[in-house]
């Protein structure tokens, strides 16, 4: 009876199981399995492509053992992964924390821990630990991500792990933990912060881009320090004027602080040079005091956040230098600004973009074939089977051939959005949404730095890179998700 049940359950989650993601998987992984062989290729050894010394050989072993991961997580009750939710954070937590200390150096990263013949990752597989501990607490009683004590909470859940992996060196493995702030967005975060974090992108690129351009030849004036004060000032504005019900206060400060400014441009172009940024450092500083004054008088929070706001944002934009300069290692530093376009380095932090451009310039169209790209071939791009696999399509496919894997790519991650939508219950949704917004980064951030839109930040793409440990992560967190979707119709717990 116990074997009669088993194999009845086994087969109620095959029959719900979402085939259509399964299948945008499959051809992810065959296609990333024919990139690999592109980029490994060798043409004076004329390397087997099931040769297992060669890494196209060793790909087809982490796809093999990937599907039989699938097989253990299909036949594994959602409801006991749901249960050890806390213990699996703890336990890669403190995996984490031991890493640097028995890691290989492995190019200055202290974050690959070997067993035997082969090398893991353990940040790749921490990705899953924290999406369902995520998923776990949010969905927890009256768990309301609105409220700051529960925001914090939750964030501390996803930068412990962050700053442990900044630990083994690995900035970029770090930085991909951020995307889980676009599912705390769905789940009740409010949008000012991600608007204050799309405003420091924007304070930091144009600040360092323009810092040293003057302002229409106006001696004493950055362009930089101008603009970025200016959308401080408009920001601050705003959000005068979509949180608080005053519209009046927020027309004085958009008009007198355009009209002081425009004032000031004029007298230091025409009169008398000088730093127009303290005319508008002045105005900034008005502008807050009004906000303080109107919070006490008001009694409202909302004024005294955009105060803080503002002072935040001056604050952030006037450490950006020192952050830049004395905080990021140099071959950071270095790619910042040759992504800014500040330096030339076709020979150091630019080459890898460059050659990358390169090889998917030369596909044209329809690209060289399957095994013909000359630019992989002759190993003119550093990490080609690796961080920079795209370019590898790009080369060999063709313009065709990259638009049908990002085609791919958007129906896969709008089906993941599909699936987290329908889900019954919040942990469920959750952790979808966390699946979907860390496959949406990697995905956003490895192309575009691949053709020079995003800094080289050394993030792996989803089922193309080869390594066991990115594709062993992307399928656990992919396929777990499948396991609890496909237990959707069971009775309410």
Known sequence: MPSAKKNNKEQTTLRSLDWLTVFFYIILVAMGWMSICGASYNLEAG????????????????????LFLVGVILCVDDRLIE????????????????TPMIAHDIKGSLS??????????PAEFAKFSTAICIAKVISSFNFDLSRWRDLCISAILVLLPMILIVMQKETGSALVYLAFFLMFYREGMVGSILFSGAAAVFYFVVGIRYADVPLWDVTQISSGEFFVLS??????????????SLRKPMLQVLIFGTLAYFMAVLYAK???????????????????????????????????????????????FYSTNYVLNDILQPHQQTRIRVLLGLEDDPKGAGYNVIQAKIAIGSGGLKGKGFLNGTQTKLKYVPEQDTDFIFCTVGEE??????????????????????????????????YGYS??????????????????????????????????????????????FLRIDAARNRMQR
Request: aromatic share 20%; with cysteine.
């Open 47 to 66: 390397t087997q492509l099931l040769d297992f010394s060669a890494r196209s050989g060793m790909q087809l072993v982490w796809i093999v053992t990937a």
């Open 83 to 98: 249960s050890l939710s806390y213990l699996l954070y703890i336990g890669f937590i403190a995996l984490l924390f031991v």
């Open 112 to 121: 690959w821990i070997k067993i035997g013949g082969f090398s893991i990752q």
């Open 231 to 244: 959308g401080i000032h408009l920001f601050v504005s705003i959000m005068m004027w979509v949180y608080t």
């Open 270 to 316: 025409f009169l008398y040079p000088f730093n127009v940024c303290w005319i508008q450092l002045t105005v900034l500083v008005a502008t807050i005091s009004y906000l303080i004054y109107l919070s006490v008088r008001e009694q409202l929070w909302s004024y005294a956040l955009i105060a803080i706001f503002a002072i935040g944002s001056t604050g952030f």
């Open 397 to 430: 496919q063709g313009f065709v051939g990259a638009t049908v894997v990002l085609v791919l790519y958007l129906l896969f991650l709008l089906r993941l959005i599909y699936l987290a939508e329908r889900q019954p219950f919040r942990f469920g949704r959750i």
């Open 435 to 480: 699946v979907m917004s860390i496959f949406l980064f990697h995905v956003f951030i490895n192309v575009g730095m691949v053709l020079g839109l995003t800094p080289v930040i050394g993030i792996p793409l989803p089922f193309f890179s080869y390594g066991g440990s990115s594709l062993w992560g992307f399928t656990i967190l992919l396929f777990v």
